[in-house]
């Protein structure tokens, strides 16, 4: 049978099918041995893969090691490397001081000769600039490697190498802060005396022409050009300078040691800020030349090279001061020699009290002593500003530079500004300190104000050295208000940190300590000059005249007046801050120098009452009169010193004066008060030549009768009563006439005035008596004798009545 073409075609088609299919399973097998075989070579390939990826990391890794190693070998031979630089650098600073010391002639402690430091000859070296430079990058580089090493103190040599590094930073640190003061000692002074300028003559400017030439400083720009005997200018030379600056930059605000900057403020800023000026007292001896401990004391600002700045210009700032007192206090010596020299020799020659030239001289030292203090208190700002130069000079440079550098501005102290400031403050206030030593000094050395007028002590306060300490005391108080704010601007730096004022600072409690103290001291002056007023009549009867003609204590009182009239800007200070015994007002309220002066005026006038009242207790025939005479002296010598009426004046008007010689009380209340008493002392005065016409009363006609034959002639019986006026005027016009003839009276007008009115008080009534009866015979022999005193007569001898003052000394002397 035929198979048809599609059959075979089906066929082949089924057989090409059954091939593929036993095809597909032999691939299937040959696919599933490949797989198995790739899996066991995948097994044998995965720990080769991860050796070698771990072989990579511990490449890199060893990499990193050799270059860490590299840089800790670098780091730690830091302290080697950086040694040579800073032991150059201590040896240098060693021999630079070894120097100095020599050439000052200074001795260590144990007085053997030998300067402080104990460097062998064979290793002194002089420094030089490089060297400082050197040094400056070394203690960075040890700064660094410091950091380094604190970070890996895990490390087993770490912290023997964090000790030596620490002990080399700690020589650099301290070498670095001795050069600082070294160089900063050996500049000297900020101030130099002035050329082509004469020196101030201290005993020849008033108060008012040294009130100008302090205004006129003021007003100049310039200010410390016009006072003063020096001028500021910069110690420094520009390789000191340049030094000192490179080791503030390097320093900076970095500690005692190498840590970083302190967060907490040093305990030393404490001692310099924050301070009050009522706390402000006394607590080293007078004369000690420091006033207040404060600035006395060893700087601890928590940065050495401030302190090194602080404590070296301190000792020179002070040593200015203090050379520049001393020189006043020797030169006011040697004129008082002089002057007491000068005064021995004409004792020889003019015989006189030697007691009033002591106290002349007396009155003389306290005024001396306070144009000195004066003196000194300018002197005082010319210091200052020259240590204001000396502190922009090196201490400001590294604050700017710091402003400019963002990295050191982050790792700047939050306390260096305020302690940079802190050292200025502590240099300069060391001036203001010895200037109010020596203020005070002259209150109570020569101002005496701690010894009290009339005590049972040895020392007592007279008028004379009362007034001449009250004197003495406004002139430097008007000295420290003038000169007082410009002191205080010129201490004032600041700070800049939003909280500390400058106006707490040592400095500035200190200046304003000067007023307050000298206020305070000048009122006690005041005080004791009205007690002294006061208590003199106490003193008994040497202070008392005995020819009843002018008080000393109205001179002195005077005196007194005048001395302290120039001051009434000062005296106003005193009142308005000081509740005082005559005004105890204060602030605007508080009165003028014209309530002091009639306070002291009316403690006079009880005095003079006094003093008047120890002549009657005399028990003498001329007590009553003496006491009159003597308050009508005192009160015209008042009135004639002091008045504001033109009575005259008993001075040589040839002599020129000053505006204090010819003081006058302008205020009504002083003529009036005066004229009132001088007018009723005279008046009192005047009853006792009103006594002698109970003796010139008329006869009644009555009475009279005359002789038989002769009217002219009277009879026995009324010729007696005649004989008895006459006689009895005689007798009581001789009596008092002896008595009053020899009173000093101490003006020739008030002379000549006196004597008119008591020759107004009876002449005219005896000329009349003596006109009338001697023209009647009442006695037949002796007539002349009773009317022996003709009115003319009596007239000349009251021209006579009263001692001249140039025949006789007539101020009392004590």
Request: hydrophobic fraction near 35%; charged fraction near 30%; glycine fraction near 6%.
């Amino acid at each position: 049978m035929t198979v048809s073409l599609s059959q075979r075609r089906t066929e082949s088609l089924k057989s090409a099918l059954d091939k593929m299919q036993a095809t597909t399973k032999s691939a299937q097998r040959c696919s599933d041995q490949l797989a198995s075989r790739a899996g066991r070579l995948g097994t044998l390939t995965g720990p080769a893969s991860d050796a070698s990826s771990m072989l990579s990391h511990a490449n890199a890794s060893l990499a990193a090691t050799l270059i860490l190693m590299r840089d800790a070998r670098e780091k730690f031979d830091t302290v080697s490397d950086c040694e040579p630089a800073i032991e150059r650098l201590h040896r240098g600073v060693l021999t630079l001081e070894d120097r100095m010391m020599r050439a000052k002639g200074e001795k260590n402690a144990s007085g053997d000769g030998a300067t402080a430091n104990k460097l062998p000859a064979s290793q002194r070296l002089n420094l030089t600039e490089q060297d400082v430079y050197a040094a400056g990058d070394s203690m960075e580089i040890l700064r660094d490697a410091y950091r380094y090493f604190a970070q890996r103190l895990i490390w087993r040599a770490a912290s023997s190498t964090v000790s030596n590094l620490e002990r080399q930073y700690k020589m650099g640190e301290d070498s670095m802060s001795l050069l600082i003061s070294l160089h900063l000692k050996a500049a000297g002074q900020g101030a130099k005396p002035q050329k082509n300028r004469p020196a101030i003559k201290p005993g020849k400017e008033t108060a008012e022409q040294t009130r100008d030439r302090l205004n006129n400083a003021l007003q100049n720009r310039d200010l410390l050009k016009n006072i003063g005997e020096y001028d500021e200018y910069q110690p420094l030379e520009a390789r000191p300078i340049r030094e000192i600056r490179a080791m503030f930059e390097c320093l900076i605000s970095y500690g005692y040691g190498l840590e970083p900057a302190p967060k907490r403020e040093p305990s030393g800023l404490a001692a310099i800020f924050g301070l009050q000026p009522q706390n402000i007292s006394r607590t080293e001896k007078v004369g000690s030349g420091c006033y207040n401990k404060l600035t006395k004391g060893e700087l601890k600002l928590g940065f050495p090279h401030l302190d090194a700045y602080g404590m070296s210009r301190r000792e020179i700032a002070f040593a200015s001061m203090d050379t520049y007192y001393r020189r006043l206090k020797r030169d006011r010596k040697g004129r008082a020699e002089t002057k007491q020299a000068t005064n021995m020799r004409r004792s020889i020659f003019v015989r006189g009290p030697t007691h009033v030239n002591e106290q002349v001289e007396s009155q003389g030292d306290a005024d001396a002593a306070a144009r000195d203090a004066v003196r000194c208190l300018e002197h005082a700002m010319v210091v200052i500003a020259g240590e204001k130069n000396v502190y922009r000079t090196v201490v400001t440079p590294s604050l700017n530079k710091a402003d400019d550098d963002e990295e050191i501005e982050e790792d700047l102290s939050p306390f260096y500004r305020k302690a940079c400031v802190a050292a200025y403050s502590f240099v300069v206030g060391s001036v203001v300190d010895r200037s109010l030593d020596i203020i005070e000094t002259v209150f109570l050395k020569e101002g005496g104000i701690g010894q009290t007028s009339g005590s049972s002590n040895a020392a007592v306060l007279t008028v004379p050295d009362a007034y001449s300490a009250a004197a003495a005391g406004l002139r430097m108080l008007d000295g420290v208000r003038m000169l007082g704010p410009s002191l205080a601007k010129l201490c004032e730096m600041s700070v800049g940190d939003d909280k500390t004022e400058s106006n707490t600072s040592i400095s500035a409690v200190l200046c304003i300590a000067i007023h307050r103290t000298t206020v305070k001291n000048c009122a006690r002056t005041l005080e004791n000059l009205a007690k002294a007023i006061q208590d003199d009549p106490m003193k008994g009867a040497l202070h008392r005249p005995q020819n009843a003609s002018v008080s000393s204590v109205s001179k002195d009182v005077v005196d007194a007046i005048r001395a302290i009239s120039p001051f009434v800007s000062a005296y106003k200070s005193v009142s308005k801050r000081r509740a005082l015994p005559w005004d105890p007002n204060m602030g605007e309220d508080a009165g003028e120098m014209d309530s002091f002066v009639r306070y002291l005026v009316m403690r006079l006038l009880n005095s003079l009452k006094g003093k008047a009242l120890d002549y009657t207790r005399d028990g003498r025939d001329d007590s009553q009169a003496k006491a009159h005479i003597f308050m009508i002296n005192n009160a015209y010598y008042l009135l004639e010193e002091l008045g504001n009426e033109q009575h005259g004046h008993h001075h040589d008007t040839k002599d020129p004066k000053t505006d204090s010689d010819v003081y006058k009380i302008h205020g009504t209340w002083f003529d009036d008060k005066v004229n009132k008493m001088m007018d009723s002392e005279k008046k009192k005065y005047l009853e006792h030549w009103e006594a002698l016409n109970t003796h010139l009363t008329a006869v009644d006609n009555e009475q009279l009768e005359f002789m038989k034959g002769d009217t002219k002639i009277l009879s026995l019986e009324s010729g007696r009563l005649i004989k008895t006026r006459f006689s009895g005027f005689n007798e009581s016009f001789e009596r008092t006439y002896e008595l009053h003839k020899n009173l000093c009276i101490i003006d020739a007008r008030l002379r000549l005035s006196l004597q008119q009115e008591v020759s107004q008080v009876f002449v005219p009534r005896y000329r009349r008596f003596f006109e009338k009866y001697t023209k009647m015979k009442f006695s037949k022999k002796k007539q002349s004798d009773y009317a022996k005193y003709s009115p003319e007569r009596i007239e000349e001898m009251m021209g006579e009545l009263y001692v001249d003052p140039e025949d006789e000394h007539h101020f009392s002397q004590p």
